[in-house]
């Protein structure tokens, strides 16, 4: 299983309206079956960093995401997104469990 996280680095004071339009693409991808993903802003007062909106979700596995198979929802809203950002990455990690962890010989 993989951990996918969507980092939206936004112009300041554009975090809420970043996570609005993660929100509506993150609903049209589990439209198409993709786990449901957690959306959640970084701010004043909190830990994290100040203008980033955050996707998470996990899956199964890792494919291509074949253009033809994005929703129109998904086209639309990050149009409008892009224009509030100052970067948009992807990061993917594995998620450890007992049996990859047994997998590699690694007893703790």
Known sequence: M???RRIART??????EVAAYLS???EAYEGNGRPKATISVGGPGLAGSVDVAYAEWT???IAPNWRQKIP???????A?????LTSYELE???VVND???QDRNIVV
């Open 92 to 94: 993917i990690y594995e």
């Open 80 to 84: 409008k997104m892009q224009a509030l």
């Open 2 to 4: 993989y951990l996918l």
């Open 24 to 26: 509506k693409i993150c």
């Open 11 to 16: 112009q300041p004071g554009k975090a809420w």
């Open 59 to 61: 899956q199964d596995s």
């Open 99 to 101: 049996e990859k962890l």
């Open 72 to 78: 129109e929802a998904v086209r639309t809203n990050n």
